[in-house]
């Protein structure tokens, strides 16, 4: 009896060992989406408008008439805006709309960064703001001659604003609008 005992004991000893050694649940840590997106590769954009500027290569650009453009980043759901505008002794006007139309975002924006640009030996002189917060467009610029030419543009994502969100697509489009304006040069 003793030895059946002792072998029932072992039995349900196994038995147990068996059941209870699971894989101990441990939670996942967090984690964050990882966006990956190629290096930007630029090309000379020129057409018969009064400029020409260097574009990301992964961009699609489209011509909306009198040299105002679209600039497409169909995977991140982007658009840079480029409008064009002769300066016609109204120079004043121009900055004055293009420096309104960045403030109107000031009730959604948790800051606004202005960077001037100036490169006098190509005579482009203008503009950078970055955007941030949840604001409708995030980065806005001009750029000027300021005696004949005069481009304002625009980054809109076509998403509900939220920067966290978009920060990375920002982040990258931001730098080709850097681009932009640091290549843009005017015709004769």
């Not at 954009?45 to 600039?71: L, M, P, Q, R, V």
């Not at 840079?80 to 403030?103: E, G």
């Not at 490169?119 to 941030?132: E, I, W």
């Not at 980054?155 to 969100?165: E, G, H, I, L, R």
Request: aromatic share 14%.
């Amino acid at each position: 009896m003793l030895k059946k005992n002792i072998l029932s004991a072992l039995l349900i000893t196994v038995t147990l060992v068996f059941i209870s050694c699971k894989n101990d649940s441990i939670p996942k840590p967090s984690s964050y989406l990882r966006l990956d997106y190629p290096v930007a590769e630029y090309s000379h954009f020129e057409n018969d408008c009064h400029y020409t500027f260097d574009i990301n290569s992964n961009a699609i650009i489209t011509e909306k008439g009198d040299c105002n453009f679209e600039i497409t980043y169909p995977k991140m759901k982007a658009t840079i805006y480029l409008s064009y505008k002769p300066v016609k002794n109204n120079i004043n006007l121009l900055l004055r709309d293009a420096q309104k139309l960045t403030y109107e975002h000031v009730i959604k924006a948790d800051d606004i960064l202005e960077q001037p640009y100036l490169n006098p030996t190509n005579k482009v002189f203008g503009m950078f703001y970055q955007v941030d917060g949840n604001a409708a467009t995030n980065t806005q610029f001009y750029v000027t001659d300021s005696t004949k030419n005069f481009v304002a543009g625009s980054v809109y994502f076509y998403a509900k604003p939220n920067f966290d969100s978009i920060m990375p697509a920002a982040s990258y489009i931001k730098n080709d609008v850097q681009n932009l304006m640091e290549s843009l040069r005017w015709k004769k």
